[in-house]
């Protein structure tokens, strides 16, 4: 009896480690540590530097086959493709707080926490600041936290964001585990170097951002957004930005998109139109309201394409894609909604319509009838965040890096180059 205790009892014994060396989760999380800059250290900081690796990708934007890809909160990083399908990286211009940008001839407008600077940017390996606007733009969020100015202690309150990997142990009985506190959650040019210069029969030419821009040029405009306002630049002199008109949008404003001289604000309670002809004085028409979900759009002709999306800072549980009849732009009306997994950014090259999908990709559409929109391909294993459609290659950026696809045959994508994230992750 005794040994066929001890035998029962060494079998148990014997699982339970098992199951201990079975039972493990590598997690990897975003870590916010409290930050602390002063103004003179932000407004000192900027300067050109060799090309760097992508860590922590943000906002895309092109023009004249140079491509410029967001470092969230550190700078931008100017990438050579006019070859897409072997993208060279150039140079990194260091710009702390920065999260948006754009671009009028060879001048780059980019913003530094509070501040908007100009840059020349004509030798890409030697970008110069030229200009800047202090003090214009409110305390921020960027996807990587908030941020505060204390203009009487001349400081900037930050957060430093860390990615942290950790391996931890699981109870065996459940595979769900008790997420980490005060975590966030992680998804969420050579040659030419004329490439930027303006030509003389073009005396004004822009680039073009993505759908989560907060940036936009219009006119003698550049048009930037906070969560609550849309602050006007005079750039009729490019390379001498002038602090201009600013209109109240209301509360959770997120992203901007022109369409003709219409501007189609993002916001998390509804999609806003605004007239743009005269480009000084834009001036609301009307709002698609939707429910409390984070909100870019895009626009071809009379529809508009909005994606709604829960999330940590949308607070809400829709997500899907709205069609919105706007032939009538004192009155949009909802077409049709289709269901999504977790929409960001979009693009539409009409009858084609890209959705990042966030952790679940990439999606395209054919979109030629509003009433009955047709999946075509679904690429997977990838995070994805926006993109730009260019004729037939579309640019797309997510947290794992920078995708290139020839879409020249919608219902199949073929990818072109990849820039790939390296991410440094510290040992937990």
Known sequence: MKRTLYLILAIVLVGLNSCSDKCKETRTFRQFTPLTLTIAQVRNGVQTEQARTLVNPGKIYTKDGFLLINEIKEGIHIIDNRNPSSPKMVSFIRIPGNGDMAIRNNILYADSYMDLVAFDISDPQNVREINRVNDVFPNGQFEGGYWSVNNQQAIINDQKVDYVTQTVQTNCESSVTEGCRNCGVVFDLRGNWSAFSTGSTTPNTSGTGGSMARFTLYDNYLYTISQSDMQLFDIKTPSNPKIGNKISLGWGIETIFPYKDKLFIGAQSGMHIYDNSNPEKPVRMSTFAHANVCDPVVVHEDKAYVTLRSGTTCQGFTNQLDVVDISSLYNPRLLKSYPMKNPHGL??????????????????????????????????????????????????????????????????????????????????
Do not use: W
Request: glycine share 8%; aromatic share 14%; hydrophobic share 35%.
């Open 347 to 428: 693009g539409i090259d009409f009858p084609t319509l890209f959705i990042c999908e966030g952790a679940y990709g990439l999606k395209t559409f054919n979109a030629s009838d509003a009433l009955k929109i047709d999946q075509l391909e679904h690429l997977e294993g990838f995070q994805a965040y926006d993109v730009i459609p260019m004729g037939k290659t579309l640019l797309m950026i997510g947290k794992d890096g920078f995708y290139q696809y020839d879409y020249s045959n919608p219902k199949k994508l073929r990818l072109l180059s990849k820039i790939p994230v390296q991410r440094p992750y510290p040992a937990s």
